[in-house]
Nanobody, 125 residues
Framework: QVQLVESGGGLVQAGGSLRLSCAASGPTFSSLAMGWFRQAPGKEREFVARISMNGGSTFYAEFVKGRFTISREHAKSTVYLQMNSLNPEDTAVYYC??????????????????WGQGTKVTVSS
C-alpha cells in the first residue's frame, strides 16, 4: 500500500511562489509515476502536472506552463511542485497522486491508484 503525504501549502500574495512536497511511503518509489491535481471550490478536480517513473518525462496543463515545475527525488521518495508567479486563479486544494499502471503518468485522475489528503493553496490579490 502506498501512502502519500503533501505539505507546503499556505497563503501567498499574487506573484509569489510556493513549493509543494509529496512524500511517498510503501513499495519502491521508482515504480510510481506521479501527478499533481487541484480542485478549487465549486469546481471539478483538474490536472496540473505529471512526471514519469524515472523522472525523464514531464507534462503540464497549459495554464501552468512556464510557471510550475514538477520534479522528483528518489532518495527521499518525494515529488515536488515548484509554483512561481502565482495568481488568485491558482487558489485550490492541491493533491498528489501515484500510479503503477502508466509509466509516464496521466492527465486523467481516474488512472491514478493512490491519493494524498491534499494541501490548500490560497493566493491573495
Amino acid at each position: 500500500q502506498v501512502q502519500l503525504v503533501e505539505s507546503g501549502g499556505g497563503l501567498v500574495q499574487a506573484g509569489g511562489s510556493l513549493r509543494l512536497s509529496c512524500a511517498a511511503s510503501g513499495p519502491t518509489f521508482s515504480s510510481l509515476a506521479m501527478g499533481w491535481f487541484r480542485q478549487a471550490p465549486g469546481k471539478e478536480r483538474e490536472f496540473v502536472a505529471r512526471i514519469s517513473m524515472n523522472g525523464g518525462s514531464t507534462f503540464y496543463a497549459e495554464f501552468v506552463k512556464g510557471r510550475f515545475t514538477i520534479s522528483r527525488e528518489h532518495a527521499k521518495s518525494t515529488v515536488y511542485l515548484q509554483m512561481n508567479s502565482l495568481n488568485p486563479e491558482d487558489t485550490a486544494v492541491y493533491y498528489c497522486a501515484a500510479t503503477r499502471r502508466y509509466s509516464l503518468g496521466s492527465e486523467n485522475h481516474h488512472q491514478y491508484d493512490y491519493w494524498g489528503q491534499g494541501t490548500k493553496v490560497t493566493v491573495s490579490s
